[in-house]
Every structure is written in C-alpha cells, then in structure tokens.
C-alpha cells in the first residue's frame, strides 16, 4: 500500500464518520417521522458506501476482492432505496399523522406508535 492509498483511506474513513455523527445528531433533531427516515437512509447509505469505497482503495490489486466489493456497492445502491421507501410507505399507509404532532409540538419517541 502506498502513502496515497493509505491517506485516501484515511479521508474516506473520517469522512464515513462524519456522516455517520452528522446523521445522528440529524435524527434527534427533526421533528417528523418521515424527515428522520430519510435523514437515516441517506446518511445510512453515505456512510456504508464511503467504508465500501475506503475498502475498494484498500484492496485494490486484489480483482476478486474488488469485483465483490463492486457487487456489494451495486446491492447497496439498489436496496437502501427500497428499504427507505418500505418503512416511509408502512408509516403512511398505517395513518401516521405527522399534521396533528407538529402543532402540538409532540416529539415522536419509541413506544409513541400504536401503544407499543
């Protein structure tokens, strides 16, 4: 491994750990359900790829590692999507009323939903 490659790895790991505190801070902040979901998910999404990407740069001279690591930067495009979109649409489909808590000014916690 080079200096470059190692310094790179670098960036692209603090980087993953910046999103990963700024998604965080994010998710306590919005008001919202479906705000701190998407928050989530993109944050999600960034962080897991960054990782990814600091493990391409990592094993780079490795084909096998690199041609499974395209694999799995591949499903994790295609499914963060759809998993976000899954838990977005439940919460609309079960009647979540994010009107009625923001004039209130109720913050949704665990165990707010349905009574669980």
Known sequence: MTIIQGVLIIILLVLSWGFIVFGMVSVFKLKNLYTRILSAA????????????????????????????????????????ISSHVNIRSAYITGYDVQSLQKHGDNITVGDVDGF
């Open 42 to 81: 993109t944050i999600d999404s960034m962080a897991s790829l960054t990782i990814l990407i600091a493990l391409l740069v990592a094993g780079i001279t490795e084909y096998e590692f690199v041609i499974r690591l395209l694999l799995l930067i591949g499903f994790l495009l295609i499914t963060n999507p």
